[in-house]
């Protein structure tokens, strides 16, 4: 049986995903040849390119509404550079909520001004800033909606007239949002929807004007929207696996549904961090993130104990961030209820023996 798999990223697929990529790999559509020895011109994949595309749309109910979503590559790490890149034409405006949102800080001011509205740091990023003001003379707005290392999540985004861009790497899919708010959203693929390799970027038509200046091919939104996604080889695996998570999440029936049961596992493993006075849970409660839950042993000397009990228990993927330390739980779109209830069982047992 498959191992509970707490892993931030990569991270669990659903395993029916798995096993009809793995056959993908040997034999694609019943025609003897794999998915990753075919042309990515070929009809077959073309179609494969474009459901993800659509689908990727679709749940996020934004088709017909004047958006493109593109597969590219280069991790959400390049998107740090890609979105300042073309859009910082002068000045723009970053919340700084962790170690995701400070590096796309770093790279923006290779750029132009940056205007940090508020920062988390003080606290160690346990906690989403609330009060603070957009400048209406920037360029655009960046945030981050989860921060996948300190496990906080934002439950609300700001009204702004300014265009707001969004990482929503390790949330995308997992919660329903009025995504028509963001003219631009980018998400790694490995946290919620297929392998590495292929970064999800849903762009405005209309914000595709707004490039800033001259910008390299490979760099420019427009080069890839006017290519349909191909303007090179795009990753085809992670693609296609993307494709078949997507599909898996239309089946169970879209975001209301994965969100109500993501909502389940979180509240299953916060109640049990709050009753077990073995364990404390590291950031504000409003700013819990529903993915990504932290949390620390009161008493450092059960720690050995605990880790022996998990791993026996075939949990995966426990231990915190270097940069944050304790434990930090993953509980991406695919991570069952059961997998949340083997771990809250452990740490029942942890207290019975202690
Ligand atoms: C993982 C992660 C990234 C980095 O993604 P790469 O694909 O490794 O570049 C960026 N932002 C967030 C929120 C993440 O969780």
New binding site residues.
């Given amino acids: 049986m498959k191992k509970h798999n707490f892993s931030a990223?990569p991270c669990i697929l659903p395993e029916s995903v798995l096993k009809k990529a793995s056959e993908a790999v040997i034999n694609f559509n019943n025609d003897d040849l794999s998915l990753i020895e075919i042309s990515h011109r070929s009809q077959p994949f073309v179609d494969v390119i474009e459901k993800a595309r659509a689908l990727a749309l679709e749940h996020l109910n934004l088709q017909d509404k004047g958006y493109t979503a593109l597969f590219l590559q280069g991790?959400?790490?390049?998107q740090f550079l890609m979105t300042a890149y073309n859009f910082l034409d002068k000045k723009a405006a970053y919340l700084n909520t962790g170690t995701?949102s400070s590096k796309a800080i770093e790279e923006a001011k290779l750029f132009g001004d940056l205007v940090e509205v508020a920062s988390s740091k003080d606290k160690n990023f346990n906690y989403i800033p609330k009060e603070f003001t957009i400048p209406t003379d920037v360029d655009y707005f960046h945030c981050?909606s989860?921060?996948?290392i300190y496990g906080t999540q934002m439950k609300s985004f700001p009204e702004s007239e300014v265009p707001m861009i969004c990482?929503m790497?390790?949330d995308i899919f997992s919660r329903q949002l009025d995504f028509s708010k963001f003219d631009l959203i980018y998400a790694?693929a490995?946290?919620n929807m297929g392998p590495?390799g292929a970064?999800l970027v849903v762009i405005k038509n209309d914000f595709l004007d707004k490039i800033c200046r001259v910008v390299p091919s490979m760099l420019n939104y427009k080069m890839h929207a006017d290519k349909d996604s191909m303007y090179n080889t795009p990753p085809v695996f992670s693609v296609y696996v993307s494709m078949l998570t997507l599909e898996w999440l239309k089946e169970l029936g879209g975001i209301n549904f994965i969100e109500e049961l993501n909502q389940k596992k979180a509240d299953l493993l916060y109640t049990e961090i709050d009753r077990n006075p073995l364990f404390r849970g590291l950031v504000n409660k409003e700013d819990r993130s529903n993915m990504n839950a932290t949390f620390v042993l009161e008493n450092e000397q059960l720690q050995e104990r605990f880790n022996t009990m998990w791993l026996d228990a075939r949990i995966n993927g426990l231990e915190g961030h270097r940069s944050v330390g304790g434990y930090r739980a993953s509980m991406y779109n695919a991570l069952p209820l059961y997998s949340v209830q083997a771990l809250v069982d452990v740490m029942k047992e942890l207290e019975r023996k202690a």
């Fill in positions: 990223g991790g959400a790490s390049s995701w981050t989860n921060n996948t990482d790497s390790s790694g490995q946290k590495a970064t």
